[in-house]
């Protein structure tokens, strides 16, 4: 499988990290695994020979709470995982992924997340991954995640907006309408996509429903940028969404997520 292995660097000796303030173990048990998911198009002309993914790195059953997890990594021990994850997706050739080998597509895009505290000392990496994928063909997009603070907002939206610069599309995860301090980005020209939850009772209330294409609609409305609704999980769900001006969808209903191996790496040397 295609875990997150601890690098030497993050051992609690190194970092000075008690056993007590760390969520890295003493063992070299994998720390996350990564998971692609199916971002389904709006669009459908012919026989669809490309597709979105979103890789999804999960930590441990030990961890059953993504969010959580996510915030309660120290600063180095997030930024030691981080570049880790990055320096894996590097090395894989989606070309051969057996997973999609069934369907006979080309991964076309990829959005990975990236926490929003971090994101500045991660700069370069991404620089250089969106160019090792560009050499696959695959466009990459970086999720920033909504896990996020007063003091790292306008920081990370400095990094965005270079990035966004270099060429890399960028992704607003799991926006909300209100309070959400991402809300300056979207009339910069720095986002390309918002990610958004669709809401509980969505199938059920005509309320809910007209609210949340409301909401769609103005962000459309703010800048060019494309939605895709998150967590769509039934049938019902996705009928509803007739009148939804969405460009994807993403959830249980088209894929689970995927564990990204078996796998077949350009060089195994590269895992040496």
């Known amino acids: 499988m295609l875990m997150q292995q601890r690098s030497s660097n993050i051992h609690v000796s190194h970092n000075g990290f008690s056993k007590e303030e760390s ?3 003493a063992d070299c048990k994998p720390l996350t695994q990564a998971h692609l998911q199916e971002i389904v198009a709006r669009e459908v002309n012919g026989c669809i020979k490309s597709v979105a993914y979103e890789v999804l790195f999960r930590p441990g059953m030990q961890h059953k709470n993504v969010e959580l ?4 990594l120290k600063r180095k021990e997030l930024l030691d995982l981080s ?9 894989i050739d989606y070309r051969n992924l057996d997973v999609l080998a069934l369907t006979g597509r080309k991964i076309k895009r990829l959005f990975i997340n990236v926490e929003a505290r971090v994101i500045m000392a991660l700069e370069a990496e ?10 696959q063909d695959i466009e990459l997009v970086i999720e920033i995640t909504e896990r996020l603070n007063s003091d790292c907002a306008h920081p990370a939206f400095i990094s965005v907006a270079k990035l966004h610069d270099r ?12 309070g959400d301090l ?22 059920c209330s005509e309320k809910i429903r007209a609210d949340f294409i409301e909401h769609v609609y103005q962000l459309k409305d703010k800048a060019l940028l494309k939605v895709i609704v998150e967590k769509v999980e039934s049938l019902d769900q996705f009928l509803a969404m007739e009148f939804v001006p969405y460009d994807g969808l993403q959830g249980y209903f088209f894929s689970v997520p ?3 191996l078996p796998i077949r790496l350009k060089t195994h040397a590269l895992l040496r």
């Open 258 to 260: 995927t564990e990204l």
């Open 23 to 25: 969520l890295f173990q």
């Open 167 to 178: 060429g890399l599309k960028i992704a607003l995860d799991d926006f909300e309408p209100e």
């Open 69 to 72: 997890f996510y915030q309660n």
């Open 126 to 135: 991404l620089v250089w991954l969106n160019d090792t994928l560009k050499q």
């Open 83 to 91: 570049l880790e994850q990055l320096h894996q997706l590097a090395v």
């Open 182 to 203: 991402r809300q300056g980005w979207i009339g910069t020209g720095c986002v390309d996509y918002i990610k958004l939850i669709l809401p509980n009772g969505f199938e």
